[in-house]
Nanobody, 123 residues
């Protein structure tokens, strides 16, 4: 039983930055995976980045590698997504998600989702 709440979305100009937060509550484990996904109307939800509560391994989609950084604050049970050099094509609803240990990029494999936060990047 895990609850996830995203925040930090908004409207930003191309080239700007946003920092998204995902606060987790309920039953979590150090081996659990935490991920960020995004979705636009008419398209499938896509993987963005992932990490675990324990360890330093980070995973990124090729489309955001070098621009986005996933990090965490275990004391606050919060995962962050620092988004730099934003492009209009980054516009989407961003969701955080969690699952047990194995990190995969397929959305159906992730068991718990937040409500999403809108990110809009203007040209």
């Amino acid at each position: 039983q895990v609850q996830l709440v995203e925040s930090g979305g908004g409207l930003v100009q191309a080239g700007g930055s946003l920092r998204l937060s995902c606060a987790a509550s309920g039953r979590t484990f150090n081996s659990d995976a935490m991920g960020w996904f995004r979705q636009v109307p008419g398209k499938e939800r896509e993987f963005v980045a992932a990490t675990r509560w324990s360890g330093d391994n980070l995973y990124y989609a090729d489309s955001v590698k070098g621009r986005f950084t996933i990090s965490r604050d275990n004391a606050k049970n919060t995962v962050y997504l620092q988004m730099n050099s934003l492009k209009p094509e980054d516009t989407a609803v961003y969701y955080c998600a969690t699952k047990r240990y194995p990190i995969v990029t397929t959305p159906p494999a992730w068991g718990y989702w937040g409500q999403g936060t809108q990110v809009t990047v203007s040209a």
